[in-house]
C-alpha cells in the first residue's frame, strides 16, 4: 500500500464503512486553474466519486469542487468529470480490475504532493451487511476495552 506524503486537502471517510480496500494507486489528476485554487482552499468532496474507464483513459467522477468565489465566468463545472493521469500498464491493470463483479476503484484522499494535486484510488470490493455490522460490532469491542484499560490504570 503506497503512502502519501502530503498536506491532505479532502478523504473520502465513508469508503472504509462501505468497501473492504484491497489496494491502493497514486495517480496525477488533470484541473483547470479555477479548480486547483477551489482544491488549496478546501472546498472538494470524494463522497459519492467513483472511477471509470472511456475509451482506454480513466476518469473519476461526481468528484464535487465548489466553484472558486473569486472567479469569474470562466468557473468549472462542480461536477464535471476529470482524467486521471496514469502510465497505459496501470489503465489495463485498472480495467481488468473493473470486470470483476463486486469490484470498484474509489477515490480515498486528494492531496498535494510537491506541488501537484494527487488521488489516492482504492481498490474496492463492496462490504455485505453483516460485513458492516461485524465491523461496527469489532470497533465498540475495541472501545470497551480501550475505556476498562483506561479506567483500571487510574
Do not use: W
Not at 89 to 100: E, F
Amino acid at each position: 500500500m503506497k503512502k502519501h506524503h502530503g498536506k491532505v486537502l479532502a478523504q473520502n471517510r465513508k469508503a472504509s464503512h462501505d468497501y473492504i480496500i484491497e489496494d491502493t494507486i497514486e495517480a496525477g489528476i488533470v484541473l483547470k486553474g479555477t479548480e486547483i485554487k477551489s482544491i488549496r482552499k478546501g472546498s472538494v468532496s470524494l463522497q459519492d466519486a467513483f472511477c471509470r474507464d472511456f475509451k482506454g483513459e480513466m476518469f473519476v467522477y461526481n468528484m464535487h469542487i465548489a466553484p472558486y468565489e473569486e472567479g469569474n465566468r470562466f468557473n468549472h463545472d462542480p461536477l464535471r468529470q476529470r482524467k486521471l493521469l496514469l502510465h497505459k500498464a496501470q489503465i489495463d491493470r485498472l480495467i481488468g480490475y473493473l470486470h470483476n463483479p463486486g469490484h470498484a476503484l474509489i477515490p480515498l484522499r486528494l492531496y498535494i504532493k510537491n506541488g501537484v494535486c494527487k488521488v489516492l484510488i482504492g481498490y474496492a470490493k463492496g462490504k455485505k451487511k453483516y460485513d458492516k455490522r461485524h465491523d461496527l460490532k469489532q470497533k465498540q469491542m475495541k472501545r470497551d476495552i480501550d475505556r476498562a484499560l483506561k479506567e483500571r490504570n487510574q
